[in-house]
């Protein structure tokens, strides 16, 4: 008997990965494949207002994003997005900061921090 079968409370506590992304970081990595299919989706900026862990999954961070979209030609707009980072990247990142991101043009919410953008800052 196996340690799942027999403990209800480590069962609870092994969540599989799948389970711990909610749907808006499923949103985003649509909109991350949506860009590797060659639809990069509308670029915009974005600055981090908070930020923080909300789990591990194996050896990088799922943080949790309240961001401010910067749409051209249009007023800012609160959003929030969820994503893996690993933990290099999330000691670069900081409330305040700002980085280029894409967004899904047929859903505002799905949001994909472009975190390569850390490396020219």
Do not use: H, K
């Not at 992304?21 to 600055?47: D, E």
């Not at 047929?106 to 994909?112: E, F, Q, V, Y």
């Amino acid at each position: 008997m196996s340690v799942l079968e027999s403990g209800p409370v480590a069962r609870e506590r092994m969540a599989s990965p799948g389970e711990m992304l909610s749907a808006r970081t499923w949103a985003a990595y649509a909109a991350a494949a949506y860009a590797r299919a060659g639809r990069p989706g509308a670029r915009r900026t974005v600055t981090i207002a908070g930020m923080r862990q909300i789990a591990m999954v194996n050896f990088d961070l799922l943080m949790e994003f309240e961001l401010t979209v910067l749409p051209d030609g249009m007023p800012p707009y609160p959003a929030a997005a969820q994503q893996l980072v690993s933990p290099r990247q999330a000691r670069q990142l900081r409330p305040g900061l700002t980085l280029d991101a894409s967004v899904d043009p047929s859903n505002p919410d799905a949001i994909w921090l472009r975190l390569e953008s850390l490396a020219a800052q």
